[in-house]
């Protein structure tokens, strides 16, 4: 029996891609385009127009540069809430992240401060994995910070919740925050009654324990500026602990 032996290379064409163990071809060179599903939202673009930002207009300490641009925006009215910000937190055993939007309510040489319930999804997850990263959205200028994250003194604490409204610190009784409500909406009206009857009488409402503030400790700041034709703007700085001197970085956008 006569056996002739080929060389698989002389049957490999170029340009197709073959697997380790089938050398099937690979479909994806010779299938027309995956449709666009939602063409006009693939065509929402926006062509920024933004001066361009060097180092040399930006302020050398970043806490100082986020405090002007704030200021800014807040001045012009073009963002309804400025302080908002999108907080991002992860999982320490999983890595799974969860982002949600948050309202920061102080800022200083130290870092960025906001409260919650301390028994949110959130502060277990800061609480376990002290670390978060924070975006804030405004317009043409967007501002990324990332750190690490510690909880606020009591007496910081309450000073912010002494200064909310009523009905505020009464929410902040009332809704056990993250958890679910099997009974729905009505469950957490009622929680709201118990409440407003609980302290009817009392002027001061304490703040509760399971509540209170986190300070966001930047070591990664980054100010992007839109420009024409997606060219933008991304500078950064960083430093490797809160008592170093801030590095000052240009990124491809």
Not at 6 to 11: D, E, G, K, P, Y
Not at 60 to 88: C, D, Y
Request: hydrophobic letters at 30%.
């Amino acid at each position: 029996m006569l056996r002739i032996l080929f060389s698989r290379r002389a049957f490999l064409s170029p340009g197709i891609r073959y697997t380790a163990h089938t050398y099937q071809p690979s479909l994806r060179s010779s299938m027309s385009s995956p449709p666009i599903h939602h063409p006009e939202i693939a065509a929402m673009r926006i062509n920024y127009t933004q001066p361009t930002l060097t180092e040399s207009q930006l302020d050398p300490n970043p806490i100082t540069q986020f405090e002007r641009w704030f200021n800014e925006v807040k001045s012009s009215g073009t963002i309804r809430e400025p302080n908002a910000m999108a907080l991002a937190t992860s999982c320490p055993t999983t890595g799974r992240p969860s982002c949600r939007m948050v309202l920061f309510k102080d800022v200083d040489e130290t870092g960025l401060v906001f409260y919650t319930n301390y028994e949110s999804r959130k502060a277990r997850e800061l609480d376990a994995n002290p670390f978060a990263a924070c975006t804030f959205w405004w317009g043409e200028r967007s501002v990324r910070v990332e750190g690490k994250v510690e909880r606020t003194s009591a007496d910081e604490s309450d000073t912010y919740y002494n200064s909310r409204p009523r009905g505020s610190r009464l929410g902040a009784w009332a809704s056990p925050q993250s958890k679910v409500l099997t009974g729905g909406r009505a469950e957490l009206e009622q929680h709201e009654k118990d409440i407003q009857e609980r302290f009817k009488d009392v002027e001061d409402v304490p703040r509760p324990e399971h509540w209170g503030g986190y300070r966001v400790i930047p070591d990664r700041i980054e100010f992007w500026a839109g420009r024409p034709c997606r060219l933008h703007d991304r500078i950064v700085y960083t430093r490797h602990s809160s008592d170093s001197e801030w590095s000052v970085l240009r990124l491809a956008p």
